[in-house]
């Protein structure tokens, strides 16, 4: 029964390198690729906001989260995570980024800075339910550049939000449009 | 005549060719390549000038591979120091207007080399208001920011550039109202040989009558004497461990081997020497050159140490190694700027003394070394960092693992701040406000103000 395994695998083995790698020449559009790389940026970011910070911070308070995470043995707040992933993603140089932004940001260095991200900003901010898509030209380059919603998903967000000292507004609520994400893919 | 006239002007062309070729040619391969620097390199990198491939790696054509080689030396201090501008938050594209009027990619739109007349504190090269480039609404976003120009952003250590884990504000307020001399003000105290003891009690130290020493020829009776009684014969470490055949070449003459210490060292101080070849000390065998020579460096020495070089056996004499030796007397052997000199008549040499004489508890005396070679603790391990530079400039760097071992955050970040009192090694009293605390306790209050106006809101 052994030997009729191992030769079964040897036989699956020639079998796979005799096989040519099927080539895909199938595309996608950076609209449907930009929605999908934003859909795990948003849950990721959605689970540990509610299922790490939330819970361990504002529900059990075992440990906090905090801006300064390494000095204060304390978690990383969620926009630092999200940040963090981002600075990863742009170091592979794939040609994608991502970034937080808002009409309320804690750091000013956050607030839309191109004119489409500008535009982007009015368009979810007054659409909450619809996303914003356009291409812009930065550094002699072309970008097709989304704006998608940063919701409030968890009590911990509003808090931390409306509690800081330089947050220039202090009445968010659980739902509320608090940003938004701008995610770039490179054009050729 | 007529042969005077053949030796004209093509002639005379190709014999000046030839000399100059000759002179820059033997100056490139065989002397010291003066004729090729461009500049006066910066103090940082002086030492490694003579060595254009530890910077310029492939070709002058791309700044990529340089900004890697200023990463291959610099990068891993960096991160240590928690870099609050790296390179990666600036590579997203919505960031391309403001990288067009700076480049905070590359580490050379800073820090230019060979540029002498416009390099100024830590080899920047940018004019001291370049933080307006990316800052310029500070005055907005901070009302207490209104009244300071931006060439004074870094003045009396508010903030730096890179290294701010002792200058943000949260750490500022954790730190208020401390005494100037904390009353634990104590240092770690290095634990090699005792973590080494106690891995290794069933091996009894080393006697005389144990030496190696048959295989190094030149040994004489007075080394082998030292070498008993000190600790590398305690933690077993004989004659032909570091006089091994590869290492050994005959002290007869003057046919000794530099590298004999720290290629024999680094087998069992590989963390030692490893943080020794990032420092000023040993940058030059970093990048595969010989030992730095003291009659080249550009701070003050001593003439009678012009002739040392710089290995681990110059402080740490191997046969009788002695840190409280190698801790001040080794480094004012050859240091003799304003500061190294007034140290003997300072606060901190005096706690030294009582240290050394046992008057004192150890790790309550301040040596050269306690400041520039802080000791710094990994698991259970206290470890002497021999890299100097990592605490060195901006000399806030040193608050966190020195200065705040003894002292508050708010006395010494004032030290810090008066060249002068750092000049008299210490030695006067001062002030122990600055600017940075006056402006988070106005914070605090504003915070608080804040919180209570929320708070009655909400009821």
């Excluded at chain 2, 060439?151 to 109202?177: I, P, Q, T, V």
């Excluded at chain 2, 002290?251 to 101080?269: A, F, Q, W």
């Amino acid at each position: 029964m052994k030997k009729l395994s191992h030769k079964l695998a040897t036989l699956a083995t020639f079998a796979a390198a005799s096989i040519p790698v099927v080539q895909v020449h199938a595309e996608i559009s950076p609209q449907r690729m930009a929605d999908a790389i934003f859909a795990v940026i948003e849950s990721d970011r959605a689970v540990y906001t509610k299922k790490v910070v939330n819970r361990l911070q504002n529900e059990e308070e075992v440990i906090t989260a905090d801006e300064h995470w390494q000095d204060e043995q304390a978690l990383p707040l969620p926009a630092q995570m999200l940040r963090m992933g981002a600075e990863g993603v742009a170091e592979k140089d794939l040609g994608v980024t991502y970034a937080l932004m808002s009409t309320w940001p804690i750091n000013k260095q956050n607030e839309a800075v191109t004119e489409v991200e500008k535009k982007g900003m009015d368009f979810i901010m007054a659409n909450p339910s619809k996303r914003f898509y356009s291409e812009e030209t930065l550094g002699g380059q072309k970008y097709f550049t989304a704006v998608y919603q940063d919701i409030a998903v968890s009590e911990a967000c509003v808090t931390c939000h409306n509690d800081h000292q330089d947050s220039p507004k202090d009445d968010f609520k659980l739902g509320d449009v608090m940003g938004g994400v701008v995610l770039r893919i490179k054009l050729d | 005549m007529k042969e005077g006239k053949g030796f004209g002007f093509l002639h005379y062309g190709i014999l000046v060719s030839v000399v100059l070729g000759t002179i820059f040619g033997y100056n490139l391969f065989y002397g010291d390549r003066q004729l090729f620097l461009p500049g006066k390199t910066t103090h940082g990198h002086h030492q490694v000038e003579m060595q254009c491939s530890a910077c310029h790696v492939e070709s002058f054509e791309s700044s990529e591979p340089m900004q890697q080689a200023c990463m291959n030396c610099h990068g891993e201090s960096l991160d240590k120091a928690r870099d609050t501008h790296p390179k990666k938050k600036f590579t997203d594209p919505r960031n391309a207007d403001l990288l067009a009027n700076l480049d905070a990619t590359k580490c050379a739109t800073c820090h230019v080399e060979h540029s002498p007349e416009i390099t100024g504190e830590f080899g920047v090269t940018m004019p001291e208001d370049f933080c307006f480039y990316c800052h310029q609404e500070i005055g907005q976003e901070r009302e207490s920011h209104q009244d300071y120009s931006f060439d004074s952003c870094s003045d009396a250590g508010c903030h730096n550039y890179h290294d701010n884990r002792a200058l943000y504000e949260k750490f500022l307020a954790k730190h208020l109202d401390e005494p100037n001399l904390l009353d634990n003000a104590e240092l770690r105290i290095p634990n090699a040989v005792d973590l080494w003891l106690k891995k290794n009690r069933d091996k009894p130290a080393l006697q005389q009558q144990d030496s190696s020493s048959d295989a190094v020829p030149g040994a004489t009776q007075g080394i082998v004497e030292d070498w008993a009684q000190s600790v590398h014969a305690t933690a077993q470490v004989n004659c032909a461990n570091c006089h091994d055949s590869n290492n050994w070449v005959t002290r007869e003459g003057t046919n000794v081997n530099h590298n004999i210490s720290i290629d024999s060292c680094v087998s069992c101080h590989e963390r030692q020497v490893r943080s020794f070849r990032q420092g000023l000390h040993g940058m030059r065998l970093a990048v595969g050159m010989p030992p730095m020579r003291v009659k080249d460096a550009r701070l003050p020495m001593l003439e009678d140490a012009q002739h040392r070089s710089l290995t681990c056996a110059t402080c740490h004499d191997p046969h009788k190694p002695d840190l409280r030796q190698a801790a001040t007397e080794a480094c004012l052997g050859c240091h003799s700027d304003e500061h190294s000199l007034n140290y003997r008549n300072s606060a901190h040499a005096r706690s030294w003394e009582l240290e050394i004489s046992g008057e004192a508890a150890a790790g309550t005396g301040v040596s050269c070394a306690s400041c520039h070679m802080p000791r710094t603790k990994k698991g259970k391990a206290v470890f002497v960092e021999h890299n100097q530079s990592l605490t060195l400039e901006p000399n806030s760097k040193m608050l966190r693992p020195v200065c705040l071992n003894c002292h508050g955050l708010e006395f010494a970040s004032a030290a810090l701040a008066d060249r002068d009192l750092i000049n008299s090694n210490f030695s006067y009293s001062i002030s122990s406000s600055h600017p940075s605390f006056a402006l988070v306790r106005k914070r605090l209050l504003e915070k608080k103000a804040r919180k209570q106006k929320r708070q009655q809101e909400k009821n």
